[in-house]
């Protein structure tokens, strides 16, 4: 992305399809003419759901809370992670892996290190000292994603938003993403869903020409 930033090239479209979160479509890509109004506010009552939250992942050489009879399975109001669940594989890759209760101005207030370190404290205060021989630390903060989410969606979503397409505008201008299906907006299937239909609005625009 950055390496196409730098190296203009122009092109010419019969249809613009528009993949991007909403606010970070509006906050990146220059319009001109500008979006209507009214597609402006649509696009920026859109929060990327699940853009303040982070994941961690740590993995094990064996699943060892499974020897005590312990299914991994956690939901915590003391330390960094709210919700801990077992995420081995059924090919005998062990770990353990969690979502924040930290929200992101705090999270951003610690280095990685001392992200880390505070889960594994937390870990071995659920699972005892075995906790302490990890292999690896995945970490990724979604509200430090700059491809992904814009100051705004830094904000924890209370309630779910409503999403869906923004007012009717050029026919060729299609947006497709998550957050511009009714149904399944904010997860995985709204992105499936959104893509299809876009895949149908192509077909009937190619089949005018
Ligand atoms: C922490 C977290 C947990 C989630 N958990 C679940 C879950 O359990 N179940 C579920 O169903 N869904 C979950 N989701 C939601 C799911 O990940 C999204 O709904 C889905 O990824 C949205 O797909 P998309 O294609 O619409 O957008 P995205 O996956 O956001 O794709 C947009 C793409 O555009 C790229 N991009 C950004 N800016 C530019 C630019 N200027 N130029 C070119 N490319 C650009 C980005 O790099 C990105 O690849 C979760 C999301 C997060 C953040």
Same mark, same amino acid.
């Given at each position: 992305?950055?390496?196409?930033?730098?190296? #203009?090239?122009?092109?010419?479209?019969?249809?613009?399809?528009? &993949?991007?979160?909403?606010?970070?479509?509006?906050? &990146?890509?220059?319009?001109?003419?500008?979006? %209507?109004?009214?597609?402006?506010?649509? $696009?920026?009552?859109?929060? +990327?759901?699940?853009?303040?939250?982070?994941?961690?992942?740590? +993995?094990?050489?064996?699943?060892?809370?499974?020897?005590?009879?312990?299914? *991994?399975?956690?939901?915590?109001?003391?330390?960094?992670?709210?919700?801990?669940?077992?995420?081995? +594989?059924? #090919?005998?890759?062990?770990?353990?892996?969690?979502?924040?209760?930290?929200?992101?101005?705090? #999270?951003?207030?610690?280095?990685?290190?001392?992200?880390?370190?505070?889960?594994?404290?937390?870990?071995? #205060?659920?699972?005892?000292?075995?906790?302490?021989?990890?292999?690896?630390?995945?970490?990724?903060?979604?509200?430090?994603?700059?491809? &992904?989410? +814009? @100051?705004?969606?830094? $904000?924890?979503?209370?309630?779910? %938003?409503?999403?869906?397409?923004?007012?009717?505008?050029? @026919?060729?201008?299609?947006?497709?993403?998550? @957050?511009?299906?009714?149904?399944? *907006?904010?997860?995985?299937?709204?992105? $499936?869903?959104?893509?299809?239909?876009?895949?149908?609005?192509?077909?009937?625009?190619?089949?005018?020409?």
């Amino acid at each position: 992305y950055d390496e196409l930033k730098n190296n #203009r090239i122009n092109y010419n479209a019969d249809i613009l399809v528009l &993949t991007l979160p909403p606010r970070l479509l509006l906050e &990146t890509i220059n319009f001109k003419p500008s979006l %209507p109004e009214n597609i402006q506010i649509d $696009l920026l009552s859109k929060p +990327t759901w699940m853009g303040a939250q982070a994941k961690i992942v740590v +993995t094990f050489d064996k699943a060892f809370w499974r020897d005590e009879n312990l299914s *991994g399975n956690v939901v915590s109001w003391a330390g960094p992670l709210r919700e801990i669940y077992d995420a081995s +594989t059924e #090919r005998d890759e062990s770990a353990l892996f969690g979502f924040f209760s930290l929200p992101p101005s705090i #999270r951003n207030q610690y280095d990685k290190e001392s992200i880390h370190n505070k889960v594994i404290d937390q870990l071995v #205060r659920l699972f005892g000292p075995k906790a302490k021989y990890y292999n690896n630390i995945f970490y990724k903060d979604w509200s430090q994603d700059k491809h &992904t989410v +814009t @100051e705004g969606d830094k $904000l924890n979503i209370e309630s779910f %938003p409503s999403y869906g397409q923004p007012p009717k505008y050029a @026919e060729n201008m299609i947006f497709s993403g998550t @957050e511009y299906d009714e149904q399944h *907006g904010g997860h995985l299937e709204g992105a $499936l869903s959104s893509s299809e239909k876009a895949y149908y609005k192509i077909k009937k625009l190619m089949s005018y020409k």
